[in-house]
């Protein structure tokens, strides 16, 4: 069974226009794996929504896939979110697969914070 989702459209622009969420997350569910693709942009502000929707899914199924390709800009809460969803995964016996098709800025990102040690790096 396949399942799709936008759970995540994004936020709508209220008087703090900087501050407003700018992403999207799809979900397709099969054969045991989430794959989350993540679009837009995820700054501090945003985080959190998205830490739920990461963790909620991660709970249901073993292996969770999260292709970040789609980001124009994110900063070290969005690495934040990463390792406590990552965190979670392995308390529970899941696995947690970034998808390796970064944007430059994103894996640099990854690479001069060390992070990338912390994660599992795959194609899908």
Do not use: K
């Amino acid at each position: 069974m396949n399942e799709t989702d936008d759970l995540c459209a994004p936020e709508p622009r209220g008087p703090r226009l900087l501050h407003a969420a700018d992403y999207t997350v799809r979900m397709t569910v099969a054969d045991g794996t989430c794959a989350i693709q993540v679009c837009g942009s995820v700054d501090w502000h945003a985080a959190p929504a998205l830490r739920g929707t990461l963790l909620e899914r991660a709970a249901r199924v073993p292996t969770t896939v999260v292709d970040l390709s789609g980001l124009t800009f994110a900063d070290s809460a969005l690495l934040h979110v990463l390792l406590d969803v990552q965190r979670h995964c392995r308390a529970s016996g899941a696995r947690l697969v970034i998808d390796a098709r970064l944007q430059p800025v994103l894996a640099r990102l990854f690479t001069v914070t060390g992070a990338s040690a912390y994660f599992e790096f795959g194609d899908r």
